[in-house]
């Protein structure tokens, strides 16, 4: 099992910055990879950006060149750096991990933040 815990959100105006935590606790050595997803009112859940423990990152064409993901130095926080937010990023940010324990790959969900960006 691994639990989430997100930090970070709230309300910035346009072309400002904020960054997002997400902590892991748990399994944590069985994680294979971390990241956000975002969900805009009315809209489906979406990738925002991922990382696997080799480093390797997905991302929404939306958010590249603007947000950034990184690990802690503990390896088992994720943050997400977000710059230059735009009114269309206003969205509940939950973070997401996968998690192999040996047999199949499991998801996890953190409880979500809202970040509300005005214009």
């Known amino acids: 099992q691994v639990q989430l815990v997100e930090s970070g959100g709230g309300l910035v105006q346009a072309g400002g910055s904020l960054r997002l935590s997400c902590a892991a606790s748990g399994s944590i050595g069985s994680i294979t990879s971390m990241g956000w997803y975002r969900q805009a009112p009315g809209k489906q859940r979406e990738l925002v950006k991922t990382i696997t423990t080799g480093g390797r990152t997905n991302f929404a064409d939306s958010v590249n060149g603007r947000f950034t993901i990184f690990e802690g130095s503990a390896k088992n926080t994720v943050y997400l750096q977000m710059n230059s937010l735009k009114p269309e990023d206003t969205a509940v940010y939950y973070c997401?991990?996968?998690?192999?324990?040996?047999?199949?790959?499991?998801?996890?969900w953190g409880q979500g933040t809202q970040v509300t960006v005005s214009s």
């Open positions: 997401n991990a996968h998690a192999y324990n040996g047999r199949y790959t499991r998801e996890y």
